[in-house]
């Protein structure tokens, strides 16, 4: 091993070691914060709530919107979850749904689409059809 290669290991290993040392203080810390009766009792997050509550394509409009506006979605998940855990919201959350009540608030949820269409028997997808009818229109 090169000189350079053990200077980079070394420096690997410190690191590792200071990593863990602010693990293992982070986790006594948590511990004493929490008294002895009171531990963490398996309840559910608000994320957990709504996920257990999304129904078809409800957990890709999820998704799309924790990406593209993450603070936002955060304050709409705990009130979705308030109002899923006292039972003024019992029906599952469908995609549509969810969607439509993100574009209500105003929160404008960019969603991916595609459209397929049938050519020679087989799916393929219009951008597709599109670039190889383009091509051929340019042989000619």
Do not use: C, H, W
Not at 9 to 35: F, G
Not at 88 to 117: C, D
Not at 118 to 126: A, C, T, Y
């Amino acid at each position: 091993m090169t000189e350079e290669d053990k200077d980079l290991e070394m420096l690997k290993a410190k690191r590792l070691a200071e990593m863990q040392k602010n693990i293992s203080s982070q986790q006594k810390q948590e511990d004493s914060n929490v008294p002895q009766g009171e531990q963490k009792k398996n309840e559910p997050t608000p994320r957990e709530i709504v996920v257990q509550q999304l129904g078809y394509r409800g957990l890709e409009v999820l998704g799309n919107a924790e990406y593209q506006f993450p603070k936002e979605t955060q304050i709409i998940i705990l009130k979705l979850a308030e109002l899923i855990s006292s039972g003024s919201v019992t029906e599952t959350l469908e995609g549509g749904k969810l969607l439509a009540l993100f574009r209500g608030v105003g929160i404008n949820v960019r969603m991916k689409n595609k459209i397929n269409v049938e050519k020679d028997g087989k799916f393929v997808s219009l951008s597709d059809k599109l670039r190889i009818k383009e091509s051929s229109v340019k042989d000619d």
